[in-house]
Structure formats: structure tokens, C-alpha cells
């Protein structure tokens, strides 16, 4: 018999601080529903653990502020799908076959990533289509949720947009040594959309705390 365990206080602040990116003691206290109290014992283990930072920020003439988030090792506690191996891998390609090829090879696996997309997403209204986006990324390890949002186009009405982000980067290791990835994933969402406007408005790589991309339809 298998026993499913619920998941822990800390695996839910982990996850909190990877989709917010930063928080206060008191905001984790709330939106977890735990006591102040309980949040500071659990934050004090997670710091003993390396799995997150916190700053210091001085608000006026009160206290000090204590701002959470998470470290390196508290990223990579989240499951990568490649991981070390392909690193590995593609840097031994790059030295067989030279860079430029490699570049070509990682283009085509994105066209086909693309395809495969495309032919699981199949046709509807731009808001189906991007949902079922958001449940295949999850599905291969990222941790990906939309917003709608609304901007004016140049004739003043309302033009029906999302943002995808991505809180979680199930190939960070490859991104990091491979940025060129991001420009192609970048390509691959234009290509599964070709009816949208798709723009990057963050990238982990960067410093940020999520990779986001604004999606609205081209019209």
C-alpha cells in the first residue's frame, strides 16, 4: 500500500517564494494560514537548509524588514528535466562538431517541440489554446500560470491578452549555459501562436524571479 504524504509547511513556502519571487514573514503567515510564530520557526530551518536568503530593509524609522527568497540550492531543489547530463552533453557536441552546429541542432528540436505542440493544442479561442499551453509546460516540470490582461490597440478598443509565466524553468541548468535556448523557446511560443503579438517581459536569466511572456492576439 502506498501512503501519500501531504505536502509540508515548507515545501509550501518554497513553492510561494518560487512563484512570487519574494515575500515578508507576515505575508507567507497569511497566505498559508500558519501563525506568525510557526512561519518564523520554519523560515529559520529553511536558512539553516541554504534553501533561502533573506535582505534586510530598513521601512522609515521602524524596524527593519527581513525579505525572503529563495538561493540557488532552493531552486535547484525543484526537479529539472535534463539537468547535468545534457549540459554535459551538449558541451561535448559543441567541441566535436563546433558551436554553429549545435545551435542548428537545438533550433530544429524546438521547431519539432513546436509541431508537437501545435498538433496537441489544436484549434479554439486564443484563451483555450493558451490554457492548454500552461497544462502541457506543467506537465514537462515547469511552473507555469496565466493572467489576462487588457491593453488598447491603435484604434482605442480592448485587444483580449495573457501573460504566461513561468515561476519555475524545468531546463535551467541548459539555459544558463546555453541562453541561446530562450531565444528559440521564445520562437517556438510565435510559432504555435502565429496569430498573436508574443513578446518576453521576463527572464530569469536576468535576474528575475520568473520567465514572463505577454501573448495578445495580432488584431
Not at 113 to 129: F, M, Q, V
Not at 205 to 211: L, T, V
Request: proline content about 3%.
Amino acid at each position: 500500500m502506498t501512503i501519500i504524504h501531504p505536502p509540508s509547511t515548507k515545501e509550501d513556502i518554497l513553492n510561494y517564494l518560487l512563484k512570487h519571487g519574494q515575500a515578508k514573514a507576515s505575508e507567507l503567515a497569511q497566505a498559508l494560514e500558519i501563525t506568525p510564530q510557526a512561519t518564523r520557526r520554519h523560515l529559520k530551518d529553511l536558512e539553516i537548509e541554504d534553501l533561502i536568503e533573506h535582505q534586510s530593509r530598513k521601512v522609515g524609522l521602524g524596524r527593519p524588514q527581513y525579505i525572503y527568497y529563495l538561493s540557488k540550492q532552493g531552486r535547484d531543489h525543484f526537479p529539472n528535466c535534463y539537468g547535468e547530463f545534457a549540459v554535459s552533453f551538449l558541451k561535448t557536441l559543441t567541441e566535436t562538431v563546433g558551436e554553429q552546429q549545435v545551435g542548428e541542432i537545438l533550433r530544429k528540436q524546438w521547431e519539432r517541440k513546436a509541431e508537437d505542440y501545435r498538433r496537441r493544442i489544436g484549434r479554439g479561442t486564443l484563451k483555450e489554446r493558451v490554457s492548454k499551453l500552461v497544462k502541457l509546460r506543467q506537465e514537462e516540470g515547469y511552473m507555469t500560470e496565466i493572467h489576462l490582461v487588457n491593453h488598447k490597440n491603435n484604434c482605442q478598443s480592448l485587444r483580449e491578452g495573457y501573460i504566461l509565466a513561468e515561476h519555475h524553468c524545468a531546463i535551467s541548468e541548459v539555459a544558463e549555459s546555453y541562453p541561446t535556448v530562450c531565444g528559440h523557446e521564445l520562437e517556438m511560443f510565435a510559432e504555435i501562436l502565429p496569430d498573436c503579438i508574443i513578446e518576453r517581459t521576463n527572464w530569469i536569466n536576468e535576474g528575475k524571479h520568473n520567465c514572463g511572456y505577454l501573448i495578445q492576439n495580432n488584431y
